[in-house]
């Protein structure tokens, strides 16, 4: 098995949340993920992934929103600088396709979660190197991880949705094997 590294400069963490039941506020973490994935294309199934978000890079475009995620009402970036997944097993479902199952730490609170994964191909770069690329997504249940705050509205329903979107782009760099030993 092959020890890949996360580009930090192709690998992008994203989210999304309805608003006032109505609409949908998108955000992302400016930070690149960091990680690694013990992955062949061979095995899929043996695949093992680690990978950490910087929870204070936190990004939705508007500052003070950010402010408040960043605060002890949702990351509390000061206290728990981390988001980090960690992958227990994986079902292929398809050539192209698994279901990657893990522990996610929010706020040190860990529970799984299951991420669907596409495997979007393996290429050779221009440096001599091979990536691999992947997409994943899963919904969350905020609550579960602890991020309770929420504000009732007058028309009925909640400031913030329960239900949170989890988008993941990575593309991974091989590490040469003189450089695994």
């Known amino acids: 098995m092959a020890t890949w590294n996360f580009d930090p400069t192709h690998t992008y963490a994203s989210f999304s949340a309805r608003h006032m039941m109505v609409t949908t506020v ?5 930070a690149a993920p960091t990680g690694t994935l013990v992955f062949d294309p061979a095995n899929p199934a043996a695949t093992v992934v680690e990978a950490t978000i910087d929870a204070s890079s936190v990004h939705t475009g508007l500052a003070d929103r950010d402010g408040h995620l960043k605060s002890p009402d949702f990351l509390d970036v000061a206290n ?3 988001i980090v997944f960690k992958s ?4 292929v479902t398809s050539d ?3 279901k990657l199952h893990g522990d996610l730490t929010i706020r040190n609170v860990t529970r799984p979660v299951v991420l669907d994964v596409e495997f979007l191909g393996l290429t050779n770069d221009p440096w001599g190197g091979k ?9 969350i249940n905020r609550e579960d991880w602890g991020l309770t705050w929420n504000m ?3 028309a009925g329903g909640v400031l913030v949705g329960k239900d949170i979107k989890l988008n993941l782009d990575v593309e991974a760099i091989l590490v040469p094997e003189t450089a695994q030993a």
């Not at 227990?88 to 079902?91: F, L, P």
């Open 88 to 91: 227990t097993r994986v079902d």
């Open 26 to 30: 998108r955000g992302r973490f400016d």
């Open 96 to 98: 192209s396709t698994a």
């Open 152 to 154: 009732a509205i007058e």
């Open 80 to 82: 728990y600088p981390n």
């Open 131 to 139: 990536r691999a690329g992947f997409s994943a997504e899963a919904k």
